[in-house]
Each structure stands twice: as structure tokens, then as C-alpha cells.
């Protein structure tokens, strides 16, 4: 089993629409959980960074931690064309020996 | 502005040659990682390096070699050794600790013929 589970899509909206992209994970000492933007042939983005369970509002994105159910999501409201990129979770903690663990991304297309 | 730096962005080879990535970050970072990507497989590690002078091997090390002489470079070279080197590679920095993001740079697309 992946330490970090992440559905590769992809995933076709309208301009405009809530989008929710999500991953699980089995290691409960993750502790620190970010989400990136990665657009075609370019690195991945930090967009979101939280620690622990919660949500963080940030513009448009919204980032939830379930920690109970080891599910974290992201939230893009009023979704638009520039939103297409590929999106991963990553994830650590104190007992992941430093190392980041990250989904293996899913692709998101906002058609206008 | 601060970032990290990679270069080229693409970089071809001939089989049978080593070749050296360049990462440099002014971020003042103590952490440094080097990441393949490749499509469908998501980020694996290759290297990582927490301090000056020392480094440690991520999951496919077999195939690279990384240095780390100074606290702002951390070059990947990829040597004949590795059977598929052709893949998109990204070096990454972070504060020492697992209580900061990685940040990322542009990458480095090494195409191997």
C-alpha cells in the first residue's frame, strides 16, 4: 500500500465550478500537509501549507485536514481556465525521517 | 528574489555519458533535495542533503551522485550507471525540519539518446 493515495483524474470542469481534489494517507505521524500547482514542464507551486486538522482559506483554495480519517482536501471555488495545471499533496511528519511524501498528483482542466 | 535555480532546462546526452544538473537556491536553506519525475509515478527521491558535506540516499540513489560543498549548491550528476536516466528532475529546498514546506525549482528535462 502508498503511503499517500492520490486519484490521477483527470478531472474536466466549467469555468466557474467548485473543484475538490483529495488524497488519503496510511502513516498517522504525518503532521504537515501541503498541496502544490504544477503547470506543464514547469515545478510544482506551494500553494497550501497546514499543520494538523483544520481548514486554511486562502483566495480562492481551501485547504481541510481530517486526521481521524487520514483525508485531506483541497477546495478551488470559482474555478478558472488558468486553475488547469496538475495538482499533488505532500505530506511529513516527526517520525518520517525528514523525507516528503507526495501523491502522485491529479490533472485538472477548467474548460472555458 | 529569493528562489531556486536549476539548469539548463533541457539537456541532452549521448548513452554512456555522465552528466551534471545544476540546483543553487538563495534561500538560504539548510535542506536540499534532488526528485525524478516521471509520468504517472509522481516524485521519488534521489538524494537528499541536510547540512553542508553530508548527503543521504533517497529510494532510486543507484545511478547518481550528488555534493554538497556549499550550503547554497547541491549538483546531481547522473552517470552511465543509471539505466533510464531520460526523466524530468527537480531539486528542492527546505529549512531543516519537517515543520516547513519544500519549495521547488523549474527543473531539469535530461533527455538520454
Known amino acids: 500500500q502508498k503511503e499517500v493515495e492520490q486519484d490521477p483524474g483527470p478531472l474536466s470542469v466549467p469555468e466557474g465550478a467548485i473543484v475538490s481534489l483529495n488524497c488519503t494517507y496510511s502513516n498517522s505521524a504525518f503532521q504537515y500537509f501541503m498541496w502544490y500547482r504544477q503547470y506543464s514542464r514547469k515545478g510544482p507551486e506551494l500553494l497550501m501549507y497546514t499543520y494538523s486538522s483544520g481548514n486554511k482559506e486562502d483566495g480562492r483554495f481551501t485547504a481541510q485536514v481530517d486526521k481521524s480519517s487520514k483525508y485531506i482536501s483541497l477546495f478551488i471555488r470559482d474555478s478558472q481556465p488558468s486553475d488547469s495545471a496538475t495538482y499533488l499533496c505532500?505530506?511529513?511528519?516527526?517520525?518520517?525521517?525528514?523525507?516528503?511524501?507526495f501523491g502522485t498528483g491529479t490533472s485538472l482542466t477548467v474548460i472555458p | 528574489d529569493g528562489g531556486i535555480t536549476q539548469s539548463p532546462k533541457y539537456l541532452f546526452r549521448k548513452e554512456g555519458q555522465n552528466v551534471t544538473l545544476s540546483c543553487e537556491q538563495n534561500?538560504?536553506?539548510?535542506?536540499m533535495y534532488w526528485y525524478r519525475q516521471d509520468p504517472g509515478q509522481g516524485l521519488r527521491l534521489i538524494y537528499y542533503s541536510q547540512i553542508v558535506n553530508d548527503f543521504q540516499k533517497g529510494d532510486i540513489a543507484e545511478g547518481y551522485s550528488v555534493s554538497r560543498e556549499k550550503k547554497e549548491s547541491f549538483p546531481l550528476t547522473v552517470t552511465s550507471a543509471q539505466k533510464n536516466p531520460t526523466a524530468f528532475y527537480l531539486c528542492?529546498?527546505?529549512?531543516?525540519?519537517?515543520?516547513?514546506?519544500?519549495?521547488f525549482g523549474n527543473g531539469t528535462r535530461l533527455t538520454v539518446t
Open positions: 505532500a505530506m511529513i511528519g516527526a517520525g518520517t525521517g525528514n523525507q516528503f511524501y
Open positions: 528542492a529546498s527546505s529549512v531543516t525540519g519537517f515543520d516547513s514546506p519544500l519549495h
Open positions: 534561500l538560504n536553506h539548510d535542506a
